[in-house]
């Protein structure tokens, strides 16, 4: 059974950091783009992050959202199965329920359109 499993969101303040963890079961990373996307109620979802597969580059290639571009960082442990989300510098406009997914490309996409997709962890950002 193929699955992501999200973990990690909370209260916070603002300026604040957060570390979110993906851990995908079922299939690997080193074959699997995996990325990270965000959903507020009455709002279009929001491309977050994304990192490529192993298979793609020796050197870890990432893409980011506008928004997030020098607070957030995406990482991976293909030995623990895991992504991580590296959330510095939090603002209230971060907040949203965070969700992992995959398109089954080895290559990340700037579109961030995935058809598997994890159950999402609420991140507040309040003082």
């Known amino acids: 059974q193929f699955q992501l499993v999200e973990s990690g969101g909370g209260l916070v303040q603002p300026g604040g950091p957060l570390r979110l963890s993906c851990v995908v079961s079922?299939?690997?990373?080193?074959?699997?783009?995996i990325g990270w996307v965000r959903q507020v109620p009455g709002k279009e979802r929001e491309g977050v992050a994304c990192?490529?597969?192993?298979?793609?580059?020796?050197?870890?290639?990432?893409i980011y959202g506008d928004s997030v571009k020098g607070r957030f960082t995406i990482s991976r442990d293909n030995a623990k199965n895991t992504v991580y989300l590296q959330m510095n510098n939090l603002k209230p406009e971060d907040t949203a329920v965070y969700y992992c997914?995959?398109?089954?490309?080895?290559?990340?996409?700037?579109?961030?359109?995935?058809?598997?997709w994890g159950l999402g962890t609420q991140v507040t950002v309040s003082s």
């Open positions: 990192i490529d597969s192993e298979v793609v580059a020796s050197a870890e290639s990432t």
């Open positions: 997914g995959t398109e089954w490309n080895i290559q990340c996409s700037p579109r961030f359109e995935y058809s598997l």
């Open positions: 079922g299939f690997t990373l080193d074959r699997n783009a």
